[in-house]
């Protein structure tokens, strides 16, 4: 029976390099997949773009490509990554470039376009979920709005024999879904099929997430060889059967624990895990350990995919200025105290105010809130850090300027002070027909 | 019956999408399913993390692999992105449900 073999190279923008050229080298892999994308990669990288029109892409893809390249020619695998970010094109262009410095060649370049869907959601004023208003509220803030693509806009550039395959916003699963899709010939309303290809493809489209990171701990959860953690890989059959594993000899360990925690990893209902090319249903899975590092995956389904796009939308949201303030020794949580008291009469005084602001002890509340606060215990050293938020970017720049003349004004033995002011990018979303979106591929042939 | 906390009999991870956060409950020994069913509920979730939820907790299961999954409602107002907080995404609150406390 015809099976696949697919390994996850990156499982965000900034992931690291190394693991993917382990698991280039060794992984004897058909497709290698580097997912690049979070929710504000891409309205980020439109500020980028606007900058300058031949960027706009992921920021590690030099870096990537060249240390991908070589290998992929090598050991015969393609390359399907949403590096593009904003600008597949550029990409595609920059790839070619370092391809032919590299001297690789006969090489084949795919670049899906077509998620970039601003002018539509303008034109139709789609609402926004989060905020429950249209865009023309927003209107002159929203920056980017890109449609999440499915396997079947990414099949053209599949069955064109490309090497590599480049997107912007594509639907993380679907990256790894696409080469099932391609090669074991599924029907696109093949439920049951997307949907168990959808729940090995969501197990490592995170990389090194089931294999042993965002997982240890020092006690209950051990894992050996932090340090080469090996990022994972899935063997699919064309039943859609398969399993995840890792590169022999590397670090970190797959195993039901990591598979249990990853699957439901950022997923609502388990019986109804939205992507754009299937409603899969994890409800019935079982996990079974069938070798070291090994867990096969049986009992996925799916039923019919939604029927619109999700899409994401970038939002100017003003300012978040954030600065901290450390103290230690004898009543430092006190004095941290006297410095946020401080603030908050100096922020009246000086008529400061902000849409939002947050103080935290670090080291007692700052993650999670009261719940730390119950275990009364005082530590030596704390972090009081204050969070404004505002329209304006003057009134969080004075903010944060108060904090900084605590130096000289505020408790003794302050022990340092950081602040930064950062635009803030919010994310909404919305949906929109798929008819509204034109998908269409540009290759290059390097010789 | 003794007490113990949930981090001793279960782990966790958790995730962000927008407004909300969603926390995996794994029991290390499926045996123990049953006890969290029974007193991990949606309630108990919701009064435990108090200020953090400011909407509703859902508890769905997966009865094959034995695990839970918590959808919390409202703990990043304004979705991630724009979160004041430090802990933006919420990855720490897995371990924050770990501090729980149940009956054996």
Redesign the interface.
């Known amino acids: 029976m015809k099976s696949l073999r697919i390994g996850c190279g990156a499982g965000y923008g900034g992931d690291r390099v190394d693991p993917a050229i382990e698991l280039a080298m060794h992984g004897n892999l058909d497709y290698l997949v580097l997912e690049c994308l979070a ?2 990669t891409i309205a980020l990288a439109q500020i980028t773009k606007k900058k300058n029109p031949n960027n706009g892409y992921g920021q590690l893809l030099e870096e990537r490509m060249t240390a991908l390249l070589p290998l992929c020619k090598e050991k015969k695998f393609a390359i399907v990554t949403n590096i593009g970010a904003a600008n597949p094109l550029a990409a595609l262009n920059k790839t070619a470039e370092i391809a032919r410095k590299l001297g690789i060649g006969p090489l084949k370049i795919a670049a899906l376009e077509g998620a970039n869907v601003l002018d539509e959601i303008k034109s139709r004023n789609s609402k926004l ?2 905020i429950d208003a249209p865009v023309s509220e927003v209107h002159d803030r929203v920056i980017s709005a890109d449609a999440y693509l499915g396997v079947e806009e990414m099949l053209p550039a599949l069955e064109s024999g490309a090497d590599v395959i480049i997107t912007g916003r594509v639907a993380d699963p679907s990256l790894f879904l696409a080469p099932m899709v391609h090669s074991f010939g599924w029907q696109l309303d093949d439920w049951v099929n997307l949907g168990k290809g959808t729940a090995l493809a969501h197990l490592i489209e995170c990389s090194a997430q089931v294999s042993g990171g ?2 240890a701990d020092s006690y ?2 051990k894992i050996n060889n932090f340090v080469d953690i090996g990022f994972p890989l899935v063997e699919v059959n064309e039943k859609g059967e398969g399993f995840v594993t890792k590169v022999n000899g590397t670090g970190g360990v797959v195993n039901s ?1 990591t598979c ?12 109804s895990y939205l992507t754009p090319d299937v409603t899969a249903d ?6 079974k350990e069938i070798g070291r590092d090994k867990v096969e995956v049986t ?1 996925a389904r799916g039923k019919e995919r939604p029927i619109e796009f999700k899409i994401t939308v970038g939002v100017k ?1 003003g300012y ?1 200025g954030e600065a901290f303030v450390s103290y230690a020794g004898h009543h430092a949580v006190e004095r941290a105290k006297m410095a946020q008291e401080i603030l908050e009469k100096r922020y009246k005084k000086l008529n400061l105010t902000f849409k ?3 103080y ?1 002890m ?1 080291g007692i509340n ?6 730390g606060e119950k275990e009364k215990i005082e530590p030596y050293e704390v972090l009081l ?1 204050v ?1 404004v ?1 505002s329209e304006n970017k003057e009134m969080a720049t004075k903010a944060m300027q108060e904090v900084e003349t605590l130096w000289l004004n505020g408790p003794g033995g302050v022990g340092g002070i950081r602040k930064n002011i950062n635009p ?6 919305t949906t929109i027909p798929r008819s509204q979106v034109t998908p269409k591929v540009a290759f290059v042939e390097v010789k | 019956m003794a007490i113990c906390k949930l981090h001793e009999i279960a782990h966790s991870r958790s995730g962000d999408k927008g407004e909300i956060t969603n926390i995996s409950l794994i029991p290390y020994k499926e045996d123990h399913y049953k006890l969290i069913k029974e007193q991990i509920t949606e309630t108990a979730v919701k009064e435990h993390f108090g200020e953090i939820v400011t909407g509703k907790v859902v508890r769905y299961e997966i009865e094959t692999l034995k695990v839970f999954n918590f959808v919390l409602y409202g703990t990043r107002v304004g979705g991630v992105a724009a979160a004041l907080e430090f802990d933006a995404h919420g990855k720490s609150l897995s371990w924050a449900l770990l501090e729980m406390e149940i009956k054996k």
């Open positions: 929710e504000r979920w989060e965002y997982f209950y959860k624990l249990k925690e990853q699957l439901l990893y950022e997923i609502g209902d388990p019986a994890f409800s019935k899975i079982i996990f009992g949201d978040l939002r602001v947050k935290d670090m700052a993650l999670h809130g009261s719940i850090r969070a938020k803030v990018l919010a994310v909404y979303s």
